[in-house]
């Protein structure tokens, strides 16, 4: 690419093998722009200008972010693995290969749902809460209900209602 005047560009002593391991590692624009000597803005400027800088950098992020997806899934799923267990009993030390199973991370399948299904797995919102009282309030028939649910049913309806 032909440059105009002005300050010869430091992308030239960039190995992109080191920024394949920044990407790698997690490393945001920011951070590669404070590692690199150079602003974030400059940072942006390469990826327009150098597609080998732009496809590296891209690449090694879908990496890392590939790793990160797996290890969640795995978590959200729960997993086994093999392990060494070393015991020491009356100064005897033993080793036993054993396989070590953890269960499925409630924490983790949530996150997940919510980020891969939001709309059935995000929280609620007071209006949508007030709607679905409303329609359970509408469906139910009043024959069927008591005295006391239809009370319970009023308080919860205006619970939600805007203020």
């Given at each position: 690419m032909?440059?105009?005047?002005?300050?010869p560009t430091?992308?030239?002593?960039?190995?992109l093998a080191e920024v394949t391991h920044y990407a790698q590692s997690g490393y945001t624009d920011e951070e590669l722009a404070r590692i690199f000597d150079v602003t974030?803005?400059?940072?942006?400027n390469w990826k327009n200008s150098y597609p080998e800088f732009f496809d590296?950098?891209?690449s090694g992020?879908?990496?890392?972010d590939s790793k990160v997806e797996a290890s969640l899934y795995q978590r959200a799923c729960g997993y086994s693995h093999p392990e060494i267990h070393i015991s020491n009993y009356q100064g005897r030390i033993t080793k036993t290969h054993i396989i070590k199973h953890y269960?499925?991370?409630?924490?983790?399948?949530?996150?997940?749902?919510k980020n891969r299904k939001p709309k059935d797995w995000r929280e609620k919102t007071p209006d949508e809460k007030s709607h679905i009282t409303n329609i359970i309030y509408n469906v139910v028939s009043d024959k069927l209900l008591s005295k006391r649910d239809k009370e319970v049913m009023n308080a919860n309806?205006?619970?939600?209602?805007k203020s």
């Open positions: 032909k440059r105009h005047a002005g300050q430091k992308f030239t002593s960039i190995n974030r803005t400059t940072i942006g590296t950098l891209k992020k879908l990496i890392a269960p499925p991370d409630p924490v983790s399948m949530i996150f997940w749902l309806r205006g619970q939600y209602s």
